[in-house]
């Protein structure tokens, strides 16, 4: 009983030795960096396993959710991505128009203007319920992760392109037009 026991227990040494060793000789290369597409993907996961970035980088999957942009000029200021945010991370202000404003690339009128248009991809948690929602499919997932910072403030990323003085004009413009409209009814 003893003996077998011994024996069991030296087996069982040489064992972790053998796979420390391996590990050992395998850590003398660096990890190849694949692609998680290629099909022996796990099978070759031998060698270093850090990556030394951001000199080196791992391949990313075409589908992978990352920094979000938002073609400001497909955009129709609905809202609806902003409502959709789980978490609250996207600011939109309108303005709406006495008048249809343009279209956008897949035909859609726009009647409104966006005063403010900011993500906060700090807080977003990249479930990408925003990209699902919108009419236009103008706000997007890139594939652009590398963006750390020390200040939090740089992650609010704004894609409005109206300046303070054409949101001041567009707004009274509004103004007027609706003190037209009521003028109007009065007569
Ligand atoms: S990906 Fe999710 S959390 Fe991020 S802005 Fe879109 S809806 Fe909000
Ligand atoms: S859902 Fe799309 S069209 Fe509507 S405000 Fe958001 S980005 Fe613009």
């Not at 990352?66 to 202000?93: N, S």
């Amino acid at each position: 009983m003893v003996l077998k026991t011994t024996i069991q227990g030296f087996l069982t040494a040489v064992k972790g030795l053998l796979l420390t060793v391996r590990h050992l000789f395998a850590a003398r290369k660096s990890r190849e960096t694949i692609d998680i597409r290629d099909e022996k993907y796990f099978e070759k996961q031998e060698g270093v396993t850090t990556v030394q970035y951001p000199k080196e980088k791992m391949p990313i999957p075409e589908v992978g959710r990352y920094q979000l942009h938002v073609e400001i000029d497909d955009c129709i200021v609905c809202d609806l991505c902003a409502k959709a945010c789980p978490v609250d991370c996207i600011a939109i202000e309108s303005i709406k128009s006495p008048e249809a404003i343009g279209k956008t690339s897949d035909g859609s009128v726009k009647r409104l203007y966006a005063a403010q248009f900011d993500i906060d991809m700090a807080k977003c948690m990249y479930c990408g319920l925003c990209t699902v929602v919108c009419p236009t499919e103008c706000i997007t997932m890139t594939n652009q992760y590398d963006k750390s910072t020390s200040k939090l403030t740089d992650l609010i990323y704004g894609f409005t392109e109206m300046t303070t003085e054409e949101v001041a004009q567009r707004k009274e413009e509004w103004t007027r037009f609706q003190a037209e409209k009521e003028a109007a009814k009065k007569k």
